[in-house]
């Protein structure tokens, strides 16, 4: 298999060479990253493989697929600069062919994410970025001078009206628990995938907007043992099989108990590398039984249901799994960074 590959790709730079207009450049990309293109064919070949074969080749043809679509792009970019007079005024989307477009990392991660719940029965909800301090904290157990405040920079909107009611860009998705609960009732499997807000110092680590995965469940008999099933199913699911997940106590106001979800490293397997900070493992989500506080502020009885809520970061699982290394880059809609 390592020979086809390196036989696809000596192919294709002679091909790509050969190239002298943009239909051409169209016709040759089909016919390596079509569907049924040389690199979905090998991705076919790969399946038959064993699990060690497929975890040696799987790389390599990833590697060669990437190189293939820098090396298209490049070539493009060529092309049009050969018939555009004053490239550097020419905004990007006009010399890059629509069909390099691609989904943003974030949108691709959701909608993946969203398909792996929705068969588990899940719905989406989707609730408001602007939010009042019952649904964002209040109501999640965090009253007003609760010390549990300080975990969360806030945005507070100023309308300059005193008598309204002070209204905040949300902090995380969890605003999303009793407004699904007051609206849909129980049982209830829920999701939400969006963007959330805080006051941050900006760094290559920290963004005013990011995103949040959220899930709650509320239904008769729910324990942890379905918090630690559904934490390892998602994180074998995204991560591959290699991963797990491991819970430590971790306090939020609105579960008892509490915990944070950990996956084990992809790179190192747990042994420990630069990625984990050596430790094996990094942090991915909070999680925990829905307090029963919370129930009853949604007016469910916490004799009768319980429930767990679950929230991720997906900004920092697409950073891993991709090696994008500055947050920021995933929210300013630079062109160059999203094509490349
Ligand atoms: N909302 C928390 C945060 O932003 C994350 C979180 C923790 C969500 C525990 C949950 C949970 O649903 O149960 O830091």
Redesign the pocket.
């Known amino acids: 298999m390592k020979d086809k590959l390196k036989l696809i790709s000596s192919r294709f730079s002679q091909q790509l060479s050969q190239v002298t207009s943009l239909a051409d450049l169209d016709k040759l990309k089909l016919t390596y990253l079509g569907r049924k293109g040389e690199v979905n064919q090998l991705f076919k070949a790969m399946s038959r493989l064993d699990l060690a074969d497929k975890r040696r080749i799987g790389p390599e043809v990833n590697r060669l697929k990437a190189k293939i679509e820098k090396a298209l792009i490049a070539k493009a970019r060529d092309l049009h600069s050969q018939t555009q007079t004053n490239l550097a005024d020419a905004p990007l989307t006009a010399y890059l062919p629509a069909s390099f477009g691609r989904l943003h990392p974030i949108e691709w991660l959701r909608q993946k994410t969203l398909n792996i719940f929705h068969r588990l029965g899940f719905i989406e909800f989707v609730g408001p970025h602007i939010e009042n301090d019952w649904f964002n904290f209040a109501g999640l157990n965090i009253p007003p001078g609760h010390p549990a405040r300080d975990?969360?920079d806030t945005l507070y909107l100023n309308l300059n009206d005193v008598k309204q009611e002070p209204l905040l860009l949300r902090?995380?998705?969890?605003n999303v628990?009793l407004r699904a609960l007051k609206e849909c009732g129980v049982p209830l499997r829920v999701m939400a995938f969006d963007r959330?807000f805080r006051r941050e110092i900006l760094d290559p680590r920290h963004s005013h907007t990011f995103s949040?995965f959220?899930?709650?469940v509320v239904d008769k008999g729910i324990n942890m043992n379905h918090l630690k099933w559904l934490s390892d199913y998602f994180l074998k699911q995204i991560l591959g099989d290699v991963t797990e997940s491991r819970f430590r106590p971790?306090y939020?106001p609105?579960?008892e108990p509490?915990?944070g979800v950990d996956a084990k490293c992809v790179f190192c397997q747990g042994k420990g590398c630069q990625i984990c900070s050596n430790s094996g493992w990094f942090e991915i989500?909070?999680?925990?039984m829905?307090h029963p506080q919370v129930l009853k502020n949604a007016g469910v009885d916490p004799d009768v249901y319980s429930g767990?809520?679950?929230?991720?970061g997906p900004d920092r699982m697409l950073m891993l799994k991709t090696g994008i290394n500055d947050i920021r880059d995933l929210y300013q809609g630079d062109l160059w960074f999203l094509r490349g």
Not at 171 to 174: F, G, K, L, P
Not at 285 to 288: E, M, V, Y
Not at 308 to 312: L, P
């Open positions: 975990l969360w902090t995380h998705t969890s628990q959330c949040q959220e899930v709650l971790k939020y609105f579960v509490g915990v989500a909070g999680a925990g829905v767990f809520a679950w929230g991720f």
